[in-house]
C-alpha cells in the first residue's frame, strides 16, 4: 500500500517537491522556522547539520522519549 504525506507546513517552498529519501540528507533549515542563523547554531553546539543529523541526534530522542514517558505516566 502506497503512503502519501504532504509536508507543505513543515517545509521550506523550495524543498516541498523533495522525495522523503532526499529531505533526510537537506539541510536543517528546509524545516519551516529554522533559518540559517540557527541552522548554524545547531552545527555549532550540536553538529547538526542535515535533518536526518536533527533525527538522530541523542538530545533530541531522549527529549523526545522524556515526553513520551510523561505522557503514559499521566
Not at 50 to 67: E, P, Q
Request: avoid cysteine; charged fraction near 25%; proline fraction near 3%.
Amino acid at each position: 500500500m502506497a503512503v502519501s504525506v504532504n509536508l507543505d507546513a513543515i517545509l521550506d517552498p523550495e524543498f516541498r517537491s523533495s522525495q522523503l529519501l532526499d529531505l533526510v540528507d537537506a539541510p536543517v533549515s528546509a524545516l519551516s522556522g529554522i533559518s540559517e542563523e540557527e541552522a548554524e547554531g545547531l552545527r555549532l553546539a550540536f553538529g547538526i547539520e542535515t535533518i536526518g543529523d536533527l533525527a538522530d541526534n541523542a538530545f533530541v530522542r531522549a527529549a523526545v522519549a522524556i515526553r513520551e514517558m510523561a505522557k503514559i505516566a499521566q
